[in-house]
Nanobody, 115 residues
């Protein structure tokens, strides 16, 4: 059974930082394309950052220079370091693992940026 478990969300002031974690079980994430998505109220889910099975990293334009995606093979965990957070980063953040027809999602973790 595949599980992706996100953690690390919370309430943070503008300019603050959070680190999200996505612990994978049932798969070895380095063989998958891993992504962090977010969905704000009333908006479509969007890709924030991704790391391919080949190691290629991409970011959505609004988070470039502020967010960093990384992975720990030993812990089978993918991270999203988020710095200089803005109110517009407020959303539920989801972890995704996909390769071929396999597509798995975590349950999401809420990130709220507010003073």
């Amino acid at each position: 059974q595949v599980q992706l478990v996100e953690s690390g969300g919370g309430l943070v002031q503008p300019g603050g930082s959070l680190r999200l974690s996505c612990a994978a079980s049932g798969i070895i994430f380095r063989f998958y394309n891993m992504g962090w998505y977010r969905q704000a109220p009333g908006k479509q889910r969007e890709l924030v950052a991704a790391i391919s099975s080949g190691g290629r990293i991409t970011y959505e334009d609004s988070v470039k220079g502020r967010f960093t995606i990384s992975g720990d093979y030993a812990k089978n965990t993918v991270y999203l370091q988020m710095n200089s957070l803005k109110p517009e980063d407020t959303a539920v953040y989801y972890c995704n693992a996909a390769i071929g027809y396999r597509d798995y999602w975590g349950q999401g973790t809420q990130v709220t940026v507010s003073s």
